[in-house]
């Protein structure tokens, strides 16, 4: 039944493959720069994450993303720049983003910020189409894989940030890309409003006392087309070291979120997803670890700390 569901989901996509299409994690709250490109200019040091999640496990050619990101400032301190990688598969599909970010800073006040930024993107499309499972009818379709190939895209975010309080708006694809299959496949790319997503995420800071932190955040997602996503994240932290929390998402998934911090420049987090509706009847949830990484080299410590909830 499971390979059975999973053949149809990968035919499915295999069709019709669209370049808008990002990759999904649970942790994004605590490294905002792999969701909008703006956030990165609200750090004011080089810093990271790496990531891989592994979803609906007990599938076969089940969802798998890996990746990486890193930031730094540049010049007088109001530009900063970021690369991201990632690799995205699903079945027989293989998707490689490589991101090159730059983002510029306002400092409206002593203790806020606000910034301005622009991603461009290459995606990198490759379908093994000889591993699909047939039923034994010999189909041209399924006797050779596609080429690689590659098609650009841009990313715009806007960001406000305080110590306690954020807010962002990003556009994670300006461009619409397609493969198509007319004698051959290729990709096209347009320009096309309807198609692109829209993600408005916020956060806030409750500081409870000198020990015990609540950070609540939330994530809303338009696509046209689809019916509008939301999550609402939720996590008490314990001498900003130890945090555990909840996710829910509004499409049907619930995930426990928890982190560590291994000292002032290393944490972890981890996430477990279970999905409410009749998928997780056939799955055991979802897996997803992330590490990230803060250096403060000689600068004393921002005045306006970066959010990481």
């Known amino acids: 039944m499971r390979k059975l569901f999973l053949t149809i989901l990968v035919l499915g996509t295999s069709i019709m493959i669209y370049g808008q299409n990002q990759f999904h994690l649970s942790q994004y709250m605590v490294h905002h720069p792999l969701i909008n490109p703006a956030s ?10 790496l990531f891989y999640r592994s979803q609906w496990v007990g599938f ?13 400032p540049i010049g007088n301190g109001n ?16 998707m490689t983003d490589i991101s090159g970010n730059y983002a510029y800073t306002i400092k409206t006040s002593l203790k806020s910020k606000l910034s301005f ?11 093994n189409y000889s591993e699909v499972e047939t039923n034994g009818i010999v189909d041209p379709s399924f006797q050779a894989n596609s080429p690689t190939i590659i098609m650009p895209n841009f990313k715009f975010g806007a960001y406000y940030n305080t110590r306690k309080f954020y807010v962002g708006l990003a556009i994670p694809n300006l461009l619409h890309n397609d493969i198509v299959n007319n004698g051959g496949f290729k990709g096209e790319t347009s320009f096309d409003v309807s198609q692109m ?34 999550d609402l994240n939720m996590i008490v ?37 279970y999905t409410l509706n009749n998928l997780g ?7 997803e670890i992330m590490f990230i990484f803060n250096v403060q080299g000689t ?11």
């Open 281 to 287: 009847n056939y799955s055991s949830g979802s897996h």
């Open 79 to 94: 530009s900063n720049i970021g690369l991201t990688l990632s690799n995205d598969r699903i079945g027989v599909n293989n």
């Open 237 to 273: 932290e314990f001498q900003r070291k130890y945090g555990v929390g909840f996710s829910y998402r509004t499409g049907g998934e619930i995930a426990a979120l928890a982190q560590f911090s291994i000292n002032q420049m290393f944490r972890l987090g981890y996430s477990y997803d």
């Open 117 to 127: 930024g622009l991603s461009g993107t290459l995606r990198m499309n490759q379908s």
């Open 197 to 230: 997503h829209f993600f408005l995420h916020s956060g806030y800071k409750f500081e409870l006392n000198e020990r015990f932190n609540l950070n609540v955040s939330t994530l809303i997602k338009q696509v046209s087309g689809a019916p509008i996503q939301s």
């Open 299 to 309: 600068k004393a410590e921002p005045v306006i700390e970066a959010p990481r909830f």
């Open 40 to 49: 990165v200019g609200a750090f004011e040091n080089l810093n990271g994450a």
């Open 60 to 72: 076969d050619g089940a969802p798998q993303v890996a990746g990486f990101n890193i930031n730094s």
